[in-house]
């Protein structure tokens, strides 16, 4: 008996210990994610000639502080809230757009067992292997052709790009909701639009909300496609605007680049921090498999 309590002692002591090096391990991968946004804020604090190869990593102290001078510079010479604006109507619309007809296809593609379906859902599915270099020409010219080369219409390329995934989470959920609850709102006279919307939609919402924060990290942070798409002499989103702090002979204003780095940065961590308990709970939803 002393023996066994003994060998249960050893065992506990040595599970606190991989419990405490895993929790150091997982701590540290934490800094180095971190400490890049982190480089990031001091220097946007910095002075202009302040900013080096040899005082990147130096906290903003003494002269070198300038407070809020880069923001304001980077907000108001640059034109960054006219960007901000391009960027914020892309983003909410594509996201709106992709997560209203994918959640539709995949219901479609769930409930409706024909040929028509399972190839949708595989074109879905093979279109998230496609790179986008194979397509980019051509895409440049359909959209200059379809007039889809403005901030407003843009959404509906986004959401030829973001359906693969989209349907993807969305069909691996659906096939573990019972039809039985469809087939109750049926009886009590909904149609099929009411079934979606008051039935199938809030059941969605978990696999909902973390595709959402995938496609908005996307579409926010991208830069290639509104630069193919996009008339630059019009409308220049957050990634194009920043560029354009790059002067002549190779000369980089980095004190205001790293101000609207980080006021582009704030919103996504923002919106990460506030739905990041699903992400988890729909990424592992739409895994099911039915």
Not at 240 to 262: K, N
Request: glycine share 6%.
């Amino acid at each position: 008996m002393a023996k066994k309590v003994y060998h249960d002692g050893a065992v506990s002591g040595a599970k606190r210990i991989v419990d405490a090096a895993l929790i150091l391990l997982l701590v540290a991968l934490c800094l180095v994610w971190v400490y890049p946004v982190f480089l990031i804020l001091i220097n946007s604090l910095k002075l202009e000639t302040a900013i080096s190869t040899t005082t990147v990593f130096e906290l903003p102290l003494g002269e070198k502080f300038v407070g809020l001078s880069n923001y304001i510079y980077g907000v108001t010479q640059m034109n960054f809230l006219s960007s901000f604006s391009y960027s914020l109507i892309i983003t909410v619309t594509s996201v709106l757009l992709i997560i209203l007809c994918c959640s539709m296809c995949a219901w479609y593609i769930t409930r409706v067992n024909t040929l028509a379906s399972k190839l949708m859902y595989l074109l879905c599915a093979f279109s998230m292997v496609v790179p986008f270099q194979m397509v980019m020409f051509t895409l440049s010219k359909t959209a200059d052709t379809l007039q889809l080369n403005t901030p407003f219409n843009i959404c509906i390329i986004y959401l030829g790009f973001g359906a693969g995934l989209a349907v993807f989470m969305f069909t691996g959920f659906m096939k573990s909701v019972p039809l039985a609850i469809e087939e109750a709102a049926m009886i009590d006279g909904c149609n099929p639009l009411q079934i979606f919307f008051k039935v199938v939609f809030p059941i969605l919402k978990p696999t909902a909300i973390s595709t959402a924060i995938l496609e908005t990290m996307w579409v926010w942070n991208d830069y290639l496609l509104p630069t193919l798409v996009l008339d630059i002499k019009k409308y220049r989103t957050i990634p194009m605007a920043i560029q354009y702090f790059r002067g002549s002979y190779g000369s980089v204003q980095m004190g205001p680049m790293m101000a609207c780095i980080m006021i582009t940065v704030i919103p996504i961590i923002i919106m990460y921090l506030a739905c990041q308990k699903y992400i988890i709970e729909g990424v592992v939803a739409g895994a099911v498999k039915g």
